[in-house]
């Protein structure tokens, strides 16, 4: 575990990457809403929903490690839940957003833009600031930086309102592919079927079913002009 010390204090690097990181998209995010037509300051759910999951997070070993937390409750501070944590912490901040968008009335597909282009700019920074503590593969973060800051500079330069379900879309259909990509230069690699792993099938239905999803809204669209 990287740490930093302050003092008596002893800081865990991963976790101020992560939270500057979430700050960064939490900028991109509040930069994105403020081009939509949205009233009131909608950009708060979206810091409630990810205090929330932050807390989930690192509080979720009480769960899957009470007896440790109750003999170092210290723990906490350097420790969390793991993936379980975070699919716990995704599912509640998920269902926190749904009834606060519902509340508020926002479109879901702007709430799926805002979120994208957050999601790509503290991704980007994540990946970058990885490089300081892990050398042993900086060719992959690099790469995930470079994509997600493609995609983040590619909506950002879309004249199409922000929501756009075309665009949206779109973006996600050549995304996937990158994925894609991505995973072939790992060097660790657990094939599941024809050369591909699970993460790059998983990734491959997607593309197929956004590929279906644009033929349907290009259609529509060419109905809409005629």
Not at 87 to 95: H, P, T
Request: net charge positive; charged share 15%.
């Amino acid at each position: 575990m990287n740490v930093i010390q302050l003092g008596p204090l002893l800081l865990n690097f991963e976790l101020l990457i992560f939270i500057l990181s979430a700050f960064t998209g939490y900028l991109a995010l509040k930069y994105r809403l403020s081009k939509a037509s949205v009233e009131g300051n909608t950009s708060d759910k979206f810091f409630h929903a990810f205090i929330l999951g932050f807390f989930t997070w690192k509080l979720s070993l009480i769960i899957f490690d009470p007896v440790s937390v109750i003999q170092y409750p210290m723990s906490l501070l350097y420790f969390n839940g793991g993936d379980r944590g975070i699919a716990i912490a995704i599912s509640i901040s998920i269902l926190f957003l749904g009834i606060r968008t519902r509340k508020d009335g926002t479109s879901i597909m702007v709430n799926l833009d805002v979120m994208g282009v957050g999601w790509l700019a503290g991704s980007s920074i994540y990946h970058l600031l990885l490089l300081t503590i892990e050398s042993a593969h900086p060719m992959i973060h690099i790469l995930y930086a470079l994509l997600n800051m493609t995609f983040a500079l590619l909506l950002h330069s879309k004249k199409e309102a922000v929501g756009n379900p075309i665009v949206l879309n779109q973006c996600l259909i050549w995304y996937s592919l990158g994925l894609i990509g991505i995973f072939f230069a790992q060097q660790e690699r657990t094939f599941f079927v024809l050369g591909f792993t699970k993460e790059q099938m998983i990734l491959f239905i997607v593309f197929i079913i956004t590929l279906g999803i644009d033929l349907v809204l290009s259609k529509q669209k060419v109905k809409e002009v005629h």
